[in-house]
């Protein structure tokens, strides 16, 4: 399936974004850990968050969980602290996503946890009859925040508890905070002792009853359709708040360099074109790399040069986002680079663009979203397996329909 998109002449959009699928997930785990019964407010509907609500509601023996590398980690943790033995798998792509460190990490603490398939990756055979005790438990910090929000959060449900060091850099301090905010407000007692060190206390978690609030990542696409549509443009995005749990909230601060002001109301926040843009962006995106495809394309449609760093984690995300990235703006007339895989940059540098270019997705839900937009500046642009959007936000395209741009089917129109 393709869509070719068409853009609206201006830009005026009022959008109910989807909720958090990082806290949704989190949220979800810490209810199970509690054996909540209370409601859990406003939990996305995308794929990710689904499956998770699905593994822990069938006590199936086979937990298949897709492509949802989130629930792939919470629930590797989640399932060795849980009576019975189960088979936590997932796609052909999941199956190539290591996990050793995180398997390794729960190990040391006492969990039963096999290879079903290839050593070091998916599918794992889980057995969390004997439980864990807890203690002490080391991590490389540049590892993926999800094995140390993990860890985390079964910490708590530990006899006793849990500390955790974490050496070298700290890569996604954001999503460690946001996990342990989380915990915090399930009743857990859990903060830093020192920058490379938190502890976990024993003590398990409260029944309480929770509201999601909307998702920073998803809010990424519209300020990159304010950017690219220019003067006049404005879009209204309900469920956002300005001291929000979420690391990528910094997005806004980023997108002012490229010409979008940001106004906090009671509903959320209001973008408006301000047209005042960076000759040139460098940014450490090392806490925000769910951001980088969003920066990344707006820079280049923008004529932007720009250097990203911390860009280490994108090679282990639903697809190598850093080569991706590099395959698809080059058939859209852009040379970006990359250095060491962690750095993405473009010093201005064109190649011949492909007419009626196609942006191949790579089963990769940002991919799609982040190169949407460019139909702002692309005229024929088209989006392979377009579907992919339902990973963390399903109602995507009906957005976009709904803010005047077409998405017309190769075989039939839909709007």
């Known amino acids: 399936m393709q869509y070719i998109l068409s853009a609206p002449s201006s830009l005026h959009a009022d959008v109910q974004l989807p909720a958090s699928k990082s806290i949704s997930n989190r949220a979800l785990i810490l209810h199970a850990l509690a054996r ?25 023996e086979v937990v298949d969980i897709l492509a949802a590398g989130t629930a792939m980690r919470f629930l590797t943790a989640y399932f060795s602290v849980t009576p019975g033995t189960r088979i936590l798998t997932g796609t052909q792509r999941m199956k190539q996503r ?29 057995s969390g009859e004997n439980g864990l005790s807890g203690g002490e438990v080391s991590l490389a910090g540049n590892v993926s925040s999800q094995y140390i929000s993990a860890l985390l959060m079964v910490g708590a449900v530990l006899p006793r508890g ?6 070298g850099d700290i890569i996604s301090r954001p999503y460690i905070n946001l996990t342990l905010r989380l915990m915090q407000d399930f009743g857990a007692q859990a903060e830093w002792m020192a920058d490379d060190c938190i502890q976990v206390h024993p003590g398990g978690y409260k029944d309480v009853e929770f509201t999601v609030e909307s998702d920073w990542s998803a809010a990424s696409y519209w300020y990159e359709m304010v950017a690219l549509a220019g003067r006049g443009a404005e879009a209204a995005l309900h469920g956002l708040f300005a001291q929000s749990y979420q690391g990528d909230s910094r997005g806004a601060e980023l997108f002012a360099k490229l010409g979008v002001q940001t106004t906090y109301t009671p509903q959320g926040v209001r973008l408006h074109y301000s047209g005042e843009v960076a000759q040139r962006l460098e940014a450490d995106l090392v806490d925000i ?26 090679k282990i995300k639903e697809t190598d986002r850093i080569e991706a990235l590099k395959a698809e703006l080059c058939k859209l007339g852009y040379v970006v680079r990359s250095e060491h895989d962690s750095v993405l940059l473009w010093d201005g540098e064109r190649c011949p663009a492909a007419q009626s270019p196609v942006i191949h997705t790579y089963e990769d839900h940002r ?22 959007v339902s990973k963390s936000y399903p109602a995507y395209w009906q957005h976009l329909q709904a803010a005047g741009f077409v998405c017309r089917d190769v075989a039939c129109r839909i709007s």
């Open 162 to 167: 849990l500390r955790l060091r974490l050496t």
């Open 36 to 60: 909540g019964n209370r409601h859990l407010h406003n939990l996305s509907d995308c794929d990710d968050t689904r499956v998770m609500i699905a593994a822990l509601q069938d006590n199936a």
């Open 367 to 388: 991919m799609a979203m982040a190169f949407a937009p460019a139909c702002l500046r692309v005229s024929g642009l088209r989006i392979a397996e377009p579907q992919v």
């Open 98 to 126: 290591p996990i050793r460190i995180l398997v390794d990490a729960l190990r040391s603490l006492g969990a039963q946890i096999d290879y079903a398939e290839q050593e070091g990756f998916p599918p794992l055979r889980i």
């Open 289 to 314: 790399p769910d951001l980088a495809q969003t920066f990344v394309v707006t820079c280049c449609l923008l004529g932007v040069p720009f250097r990203f760093m911390g860009l280490q984690s994108l």
